[in-house]
């Protein structure tokens, strides 16, 4: 009888003691819960979050504590939200009244037929002005995404797909080659004469807009057309194609920008949404 007793007795400890234990981790947890709050209070978000995370991972088990968490995560994320939406409204005035004088350089181009979204080109580069003659056209598009293309026009098809630019010191860019597909790449025939356009958008031409954007304006720049791994022509940029590429750059950034604020505004928007529905 005496030994039972003892056992039952220690079984009675260790019950105490779990409960003991259990209440120490509910106070622990809602120590770190009171953190997080007073971090959301002070606008701290990302502190707050990562206070929050800590009760998850540590406190599996203290479901209120849990319970309350889930609601301030949300609080904290709405938020967030509502904090990058006011960023974005601040914001894009000024990039825009930025994109506008930016602008004054360019010609708008769009077909409407076919086109979604229009092209900003550097007015003296449109294809109005520059029949019948090679050259390096760049632009870029309503959403900010640059691109340059390689244009020929000669009595003979060269078929080419790349560009090479270099300085006299030996520096060099190169696009990456796009393969004849009648769009990217497209060439006609006309009165014995043939026309090629090779259009690099965004990552395909990024080196090659850099490097001659950081040639400077007294470093000559010589454009290669390459097919099959050789040079097919050449030509040399001028000044006002370096001037093209500039302040295309400037524009693409800006207008860039703006891009990246609206996607922002609109996954903010549709998250508070969420969360409001969540709240609710």
Known sequence: MRHANNWMN????AIIILLLAGCGKTKEARAHLAKAKYLYENQNFEAAKNTIDTIRINYPREVGVLRESLTLMR????????????????LTPILTEEAEKLKKGFVFEKQAEYEEIGNYIWQQLTIERNVERSYIRCGVNEKGEIYLASVYFGNRAINHTGLKLSTPDGSYATTIPI??????????????NTTEVVTYKAEKCIDAINFVYNAG?????KADYTGDGRTVFSLYLSENDKQAVRATYHLAAVLNDLELMRKEKEKATKIIM?????LQ
């Open 10 to 13: 220690i079984a009675m400890l």
């Open 179 to 192: 393969p004849y597909d009648g769009g990217m790449n497209y060439r006609f025939k006309d009165l014995g």
């Open 217 to 221: 304006d007294k470093i000559r720049v």
């Open 75 to 90: 609080l904290v994320e709405r938020s967030e939200s509502e904090r990058n939406i006011a960023y974005c409204d601040s």
């Open 274 to 278: 969420y969360l409001n529905e969540k």
